[in-house]
């Protein structure tokens, strides 16, 4: 089987890029709206879509007219539910010296098909040019690089203990328990009036013009739900790792630093939402200590590599540099893609 090319999508100077990215990349975008469907079903993407919908307009983020222009260009409906899907579970690690460079790994078990509809859309804001790694038509963003000021990634946390679902996971029913705690987390997260985190990472990479301004948004700005940011800079000292429960943040620096699906500083209990998640971070916090980057993609292995792996990258903001690679599982879907610092936008 051929490896695919992983896109590059110029959407600088639009105003909605990501319905530009579904609009070009029609077929990638119409894939993964029939595995969505495939997974959750017919009624249940409607249904998950029209409460998405309902929810992104209450909550009046700046985002919510280019979901809606997403919407208007691909086929059928789920371009509200897949944009405020927040499934994913991650490893995420920062080599400090001596330039940042984000380590990342992405995992969407939930969803096949995601490795092969990989791309890289180019957009702009107010701060400058950056990349949003991911997917047509996502409007908010999981992965980026913005060349000369950070990267950043997000992860996914911990669901919130309750007793029925501490007693499911006592008798095995790992799936079980997972759900009793998600189902116990959604009436907090519907009532919220914050931004989506994803929403908040493609904010911060428009508007922030440097690491400091972008942590101070990460870490400061009310989210609508739970989440875990690393970021890097472009001098060294400049990572961090962002926990950020519903009532409390907390913030990790220093070597080794590492990020899984697990709560590593806030001191909340919590259920991992991925599988390994300690062996992952310990891991990637063993790869990053090193202080070197590792030769291609060989460090991508088991426990890092797993079933539900879609991506992995390698990103240095000092450099502007980015390596990618797609991936469905465990099984390698993409030529790697490497980006130096993007050029002038086409006139």
Do not use: K
């Not at 001596?98 to 890289?120: Q, Y």
């Not at 030769?295 to 991508?300: E, H, K, M, V």
């Amino acid at each position: 089987m051929a490896l695919r090319r992983i896109p590059v999508v110029d959407a600088r100077g639009a105003g909605h890029p990501s319905a530009v990215a579904a609009a070009e990349r029609a077929a990638e975008t119409a894939a993964i709206l029939r595995h969505a469907r495939h997974h959750y079903g017919a009624p249940g993407v409607a249904i998950g879509d029209a409460l998405s919908r309902r929810w992104l307009a209450r909550n009046a983020s700046p985002l919510a007219q280019e979901v809606a222009a997403v919407a208007a260009v691909v086929p059928g409906r789920g371009a509200h539910l897949l944009n405020l899907s927040f499934e994913w579970g991650c490893t995420s690690g920062v080599l400090d010296a001596p330039n940042p460079t984000l380590l990342r790994v992405l995992d969407w078990g939930s969803l096949a098909g995601l490795g092969d509809a990989l791309c890289v859309i180019r957009q702009a804001g107010p701060a400058g040019d950056w990349l949003n790694i991911g997917w047509p038509g996502l409007a908010g963003a999981i992965t980026a690089l913005a060349p000369g000021r950070f990267a950043i990634a997000i992860n996914q946390p911990p669901l919130p203990l309750t007793r029925l679902g501490a007693s499911a996971r006592r008798r095995g029913w790992r799936t079980t328990g997972l759900l009793a705690d998600w189902v116990a987390s959604r009436p907090a997260t519907w009532r919220s009036r914050a931004l989506p985190p994803a929403h908040l990472l493609r904010i911060a990479c428009d508007t922030a013009p440097d690491y400091a301004a972008a942590l101070a948004l990460l870490r400061d700005t009310p989210v609508a739900a739970a989440v875990t940011f690393t970021i890097a800079g472009t001098r060294p000292g400049e990572a961090a790792v962002v926990e950020r429960a519903r009532d409390r943040a907390a913030l990790r620096h220093g070597p080794g630093l590492a990020a899984a699906n697990h709560w590593a500083s806030v001191g909340l209990p919590g259920a991992a939402r991925w599988r390994e998640s300690e062996s992952r971070m310990a891991r990637m916090a063993e790869l990053v200590s090193h202080g070197v980057v590792p030769d291609g993609f060989a460090w991508l292995a088991p426990p890092l590599l797993n079933h539900g792996t879609r991506l992995a990258a390698v990103m240095c903001p000092a450099q502007g540099r980015l390596e990618l690679v797609a991936h469905e599982g465990e099984e390698r879907v993409s030529e790697v893609l490497r980006l130096p610092p993007p050029g002038p936008m086409a006139r």
